[in-house]
């Protein structure tokens, strides 16, 4: 990507659905190169639009990240991890840990049990668990859904399950799926959107030909939250920042495009009077990142009701 399409990426993970000219007026260019640029890197697989629904709506309380010591064929651990429901991002990584994956559950109890199929798993020798006490920022997260008791109806299950497989999808399209007006349609979505119960943004693909790479640092600064929290909102390759629970008190996860930007920001965090330690680990290749949660939860809490009745 040049440029011009980094920006348009950046706009595109803020609102997935902005519109061609709404984002060549952001960008300063005609709306049909904008049009040209934003179609080639969605058919061509390098960016996928997408909608997430809040895990917190779908009763997902706990997230937690885990860093395994792994001997031998790390793939084999990765496949398992993958196959895993409550594992959302899992990827091979440089340093002491070789692999890293963040799970969302329902419950302390919950984690615990995954927490011990993981360390079952064979060449796994070592599970290190911090758990998110609050994510500050977020592709997907986003702020916390202003109507956690929200009650969805069968037509805002389908829209969103529909802007997960294509976040893009124009309004005409998506009403005529679910059987309401245009404009019925769009004051739906704007809904959803608006009270955080999903969020519609870019996600770039992490592999081959990729001209970035992302790295996560775990930081433990001693009173120096604000300072970090500024420091790390100055960078637009900044894709998640938690406060956690653990070996760390902050943990981040950023995009650079190239040695020389991963080590600047290295130097000043690190440089901040309120941290104590910043270390680094390099996603060397990521194999899940399931932003989107799944439906299913909200389908089946709607039909046991229904199934009681009966």
């Keep these: 990507m040049d440029?011009?399409?980094?920006?348009?990426?950046?706009?595109?993970q803020e609102d997935g659905r902005a519109s061609y000219s709404?984002?060549?007026?952001?960008?300063?260019?005609?709306?049909?190169?904008?049009?040209?640029?934003?179609?080639?890197?969605?058919?061509?697989?390098?960016?996928?639009?997408?909608a997430a629904v809040h895990p917190r709506l779908l009763g997902l309380a706990v997230l937690a990240h885990l860093a395994l010591r792994v001997t031998g064929d790390t793939r084999v651990v990765t496949e398992?991890?993958?196959?895993?429901?409550?594992?959302?991002?899992?990827?091979?990584?440089?340093?002491?840990?070789?692999?890293?994956?963040?799970?969302?559950?329902?419950?302390?109890?919950?984690?615990?049990?995954?927490i011990a199929r993981v360390r079952e798993l064979t060449n796994v020798v070592d599970v290190q668990v911090l758990v998110y006490e609050h994510v500050i920022r977020s592709?997907?997260?986003?702020?916390?859904?202003?109507?956690?008791?929200?009650?969805?109806?069968?037509?805002?299950?389908?829209?969103?399950?529909?802007?997960?497989?294509?976040?893009?999808?124009?309004?005409?399209?998506l009403s005529a799926a679910v059987g309401l007006s245009v404009s019925a349609c769009r004051t739906r979505v704007l809904r959803l959107l608006d009270a955080h119960v999903m969020r519609v943004g870019a996600i770039r693909s992490r592999h081959g030909g990729s001209a970035s790479f992302v790295f996560g640092m775990g930081i433990s600064p001693a009173g120096g939250v604000p300072?970090?929290?500024?420091?790390?909102?100055?960078?637009?390759?900044?894709?998640?920042?938690?406060?956690?629970?653990?070996?760390?008190a902050m943990v981040a996860t950023v995009a650079v495009k190239s040695?020389?930007?991963?080590?600047?920001?290295?130097r000043a965090v690190r440089?901040?009077?309120g941290v104590s330690s910043a270390e680094t680990w390099i996603h060397a290749d990521i194999v899940r990142e399931r932003y989107e949660s799944t439906l299913d939860r909200l389908i089946r809490d709607r039909q046991e009701p229904l199934a009681e009745m009966q």
Excluded at 25 to 40: D, E, L, M, T
Aim: aromatic share 8%.
């Design 227 to 248: 300072a970090v929290l500024d420091l790390l909102a100055s960078v637009d390759g900044v894709e998640f920042v938690a406060r956690t629970v653990g070996r760390y």
């Design 271 to 273: 440089r901040l009077p």
């Design 139 to 173: 592709l997907f997260l986003g702020e916390e859904p202003s109507l956690l008791d929200w009650e969805l109806d069968d037509t805002d299950i389908e829209i969103m399950r529909i802007l997960q497989h294509n976040g893009r999808v124009g309004y005409a399209e």
């Design 3 to 12: 440029m011009l399409d980094e920006s348009l990426l950046r706009l595109l």
């Design 22 to 50: 709404d984002l060549a007026k952001k960008v300063g260019v005609n709306r049909s190169v904008v049009a040209s640029r934003v179609n080639h890197f969605l058919s061509s697989g390098e960016v996928r639009v997408t």
């Design 80 to 114: 398992r991890l993958d196959a895993m429901t409550s594992a959302v991002f899992v990827s091979e990584t440089t340093g002491a840990f070789q692999v890293v994956a963040e799970l969302r559950v329902e419950t302390m109890s919950d984690l615990y049990e995954d």
């Design 259 to 266: 040695l020389a930007e991963y080590n600047d920001l290295l």
